[in-house]
């Protein structure tokens, strides 16, 4: 590891223990719906989904950053409430910084209804809420401070000049979203935007006493499924989060051609996007079977370019949805899909 590696992870480290927090983030955002708007609950082309999504990040350092999340969501009650979805999901998101010197474990339990607004079915609004706990802990015995900096090395064996109150820390959190969408043109144009505020309760996340809280983060995204022609569409969306005065701004779209064969639509896509201010961010891949897999390569574009070698993460994603047969004939809703990306 070279000396402008070494300065930022301890910078990136740093800002974990002293500013105060900030999320973490997907590139396929809409790769982990659970994790972007609770108020996605139960919007599936199914009866439930299985999601996992993996993201390996600053890998020009000695030991990259790790996010991960798995999440299930299922539609219930269907012959009850006719045109209308009542979804429920868990969701699991993990992150490791480093070697494992900062991490934290979240679990969020999510409930989503959604109203259809017309006969039709082809408007809906749905509003999701999710509650739950998070973990975080730091292993102090494996960092270096400026006070153990001695002549022209460290002193792992010098006071480190920090007063930690503890290396652990836990919260019950909570987070609500609402989401609209909307066939406007039978299967070949639907539109849908969302809204959702993450840490209702602006826990305490500090591992010192110093009375810091984890900021709200306001979300705001929207997209539209446009079919061109025959078996192509286009996927433009746009993701906006602001969290504790930091704003970030998401943009593209995504291709997909759909062809036809005898046992399942094989789906394959590409897409392109943009980090305003940070990275480019390119994407490829197919969905057989009810089975989607995605991937998707950031590009640095910030000041952080040359240190990281122009090289910031890449980022795998799973995602299946299935069908269970009901005893009595259901109709399912035909939701606005998410983008492919």
Not at 142 to 159: E, I, K, M, N
Not at 232 to 241: G, M, Q, R
Request: proline share 4%; hydrophobic share 40%.
């Amino acid at each position: 590891m070279n000396k402008a590696s070494t300065f930022l992870l301890w910078v990136f480290i740093g800002f974990a223990f002293w500013l105060p927090a900030q999320d973490t983030h997907f590139s396929q955002f809409y790769a982990s719906p659970l994790n972007l708007n609770p108020a996605l609950t139960g919007v599936n082309q199914g009866t439930y989904r299985l999601a996992g999504i993996y993201r390996n990040q600053d890998r020009s350092f000695t030991v990259p950053y790790v996010t991960y999340s798995v999440s299930g969501d299922s539609k219930i009650l269907e012959n009850k409430l006719k045109s209308d979805i009542l979804g429920v999901g868990l969701v699991f998101l993990g992150d490791k910084s480093g070697d494992g010197v900062l991490t934290m474990n979240n679990i969020m339990l999510s409930v989503a209804y959604h109203k259809s607004l017309d006969k039709a079915h082809k408007h809906y609004i749905g509003l999701g809420i999710q509650g739950g706990y998070t973990m975080k802990s730091v292993n102090i015995n494996r960092l270096t401070f400026p006070d153990q900096h001695v002549g022209s090395d460290f002193d792992l064996s010098a006071p480190n000049g920090e007063n930690l109150a503890k290396s652990q820390l836990g919260y019950f959190d909570l987070n609500i979203g609402i989401l609209h969408q909307s066939w406007i043109k039978k299967d070949d144009l639907g539109i849908f935007s969302g809204f959702s505020i993450y840490h209702l309760t602006s826990p305490k996340e500090s591992f010192y006493n110093d009375g810091t809280h984890l900021a709200n983060r306001f979300t705001f995204h929207a997209g539209a499924y446009i079919k061109v022609i025959k078996h192509f569409y286009v996927t433009p969306n746009i993701l906006v989060n602001y969290q504790n005065k930091a704003l970030e701004v998401n943009f593209g779209t995504g291709l997909e051609y759909h062809l036809d064969t005898k046992k399942s639509p094989l789906i394959m896509f590409v897409g392109g996007w943009g980090r305003v201010g940070d990275v480019g961010i390119v994407s490829a891949g197919l969905e057989y079977y009810k089975v989607r897999v995605s991937f998707a390569y950031d590009i640095t574009a910030s000041s952080l370019s040359d240190a990281t070698n122009k090289r910031s993460a890449f980022e795998l994603a799973v995602i299946f949805t299935g069908l269970i047969k009901s005893p009595k004939e259901v109709t399912y809703p035909r939701m606005v899909p998410c983008p492919l990306m």
